[in-house]
């Protein structure tokens, strides 16, 4: 039986050190989790002159990656420095070392998750990654354990805090996205480069995980259709909310029979729909299952603590198959081969602007182009614009595939009475 565990960290910024007070100051917890010891030995760090907010001897501080892979004293590896090639080639190097890993790296997992978790098999290793997708909520371990008996048939969720954020402060204050931007970049929130949230990389790249563990197939990043938060405007979330609905950067991952699509783009949720009243950095995925029915896990998808507290989960997980020796036999091979929908098999309901020629016969030419394709509006509304010779109309569909709407939408941009597509937006969380 194991006496103790020592563990080493790669990083220490704000996960590292949510971890760090985790295991100090729970060290009561987990010695009856896992009836021993917890002792971190090594952190690896890029300045170990640097001030933290976390009391830590400098004897346990280095800079050299090697000093955490390749002692032979070390169990477990927590991977909390960011990066993806340079990471991933440490953690392959840990684990051809016998170190079982923890990461909160979604980047890594979503680019070389496959790749890594085979080497960890192989080496008799556990990698666990649950904090990579929405901090504190455990959804991963959700999917593997707590729904492995069920079929999932779709997964729809926020799962970005700072776009969340952004688009609750355009909603509630009307306030323009350049100034939401930087107030979360002031607070935190935001990066310095806000690219890979504003554009729904960050998103996509958990989708892909989520799919991945969901449907037990291999979803690649690239497999995720891809729109961000930029173009969104005030007119956009006025209209939505005048038809009753709300905006939010939804994830979706759906699957009907063998076959899958996997996005991330800002959609039009009802207001009563419970995704809808998740507000601010918090982070929420909606599960349906076709035994279970409908499931929402919820909580905060960031931050220093509720991430670390998912890290420090995965760590026990580590443990207690230490201590039963049963490390490296938790994954479990895909099931089924990747299948991904066409246009045609994706459909949904539609939300479209439109300004128009203000001249008699321009709304039944645009309804000659829906109707050609047996797609039928739900709401209308048209208006004039002030001081303009145009209207704008604002469209919501009846359910049309995806390959449909899109022929309709290049049609209508070369219609001789369409001055401007101004925006279009899917509808879900209504049934088909």
């Known amino acids: 039986m194991v006496q103790s565990i020592s563990v080493g960290l790669l990083g220490l910024g704000t996960v590292g050190s949510g971890v ?59 991977e909390v420095m960011g990066g993806v090639d340079e990471t991933r080639s440490h953690i392959l190097d840990a684990l051809r070392n016998k170190k079982n890993i923890v990461t909160a790296n979604k980047d890594l997992m979503a ?65 323009p996205y350049d100034e939401v931007l930087a107030e979360a970049q002031q607070l935190g929130y935001a990066e310095a480069d806000p690219t890979a949230d504003v554009e729904g990389l960050d998103a996509a790249r958990k989708m892909a995980i989520l799919a991945t563990l969901g449907f037990s197939m291999n979803i690649d990043l690239e497999d995720v259709s891809v729109k961000g938060i930029t173009d969104i405007t005030e007119e956009d979330l ?36 419970p995704l809808s009243s998740v507000n601010d950095e918090y982070n929420a995925v909606y599960v349906y299952g076709e035994a279970v029915g409908e499931t929402m896990f919820y909580g905060p998808g960031a931050g220093s603590l509720p991430t670390a507290t998912a890290v420090v989960s995965d760590l026990v997980g580590v443990m207690k198959n230490m201590r039963l020796g049963i490390n490296g036999n938790s994954f479990i091979t895909p099931q089924y081969d990747k299948q991904l929908k066409a246009a045609s098999e994706i459909l949904s309901k539609y939300f479209l602007r439109i300004h128009v020629k203000d001249q008699v016969g321009a709304f039944a030419k645009i309804t000659g182009l829906f109707t050609a394709r047996d797609v039928s509006f739900e709401k209308i509304l048209q208006l004039p614009l002030k001081e303009s010779d145009l209207a704008e109309i604002v469209l ?16 209508l941009r070369d219609l001789d009475v369409i001055y401007e597509v101004k925006s279009s937006y899917r509808i879900e969380g209504e049934s088909v």
């Open 396 to 411: 919501v569909t009846h359910h049309a595939s995806l390959q449909d709407y899109e022929q309709i939408l290049q049609q």
């Open 111 to 175: 680019l070389y998750g496959s790749e890594l978790l085979t080497v960890a098999a192989q080496n008799g290793c556990d990698i666990f990654y649950e904090a990579s997708v929405a901090g504190g909520i455990p959804i991963l371990r959700s999917l593997v354990d707590g729904l492995a008996s069920d079929r999932i048939t779709k997964m729809m969720g926020i799962v970005n805090g700072t776009t969340n954020f952004i688009l609750t402060k355009m909603n509630k204050f009307g306030s």
């Open 238 to 273: 006025q209209y939505s909310k005048q038809l009753g609905y709300t905006m939010k950067l939804v994830g979706l991952a759906n699957r009907s029979g063998d076959r899958v699509e996997v996005s991330v783009q800002p959609t039009l949720l009802p207001e009563s729909h």
């Open 20 to 78: 760090v007070k985790i295991i100090e100051n729970h060290q009561d917890r987990l010695m009856h989790q896992v009836g021993c010891p917890v002792k971190i030995k090594k952190i690896v760090v890029k300045d170990v002159n640097k001030d933290r907010d976390v009391k830590i001897d400098a004897s346990v501080l280095t800079t050299n990656v090697d000093d955490v892979i390749n002692d032979p004293d070390i169990d477990v590896i927590i």
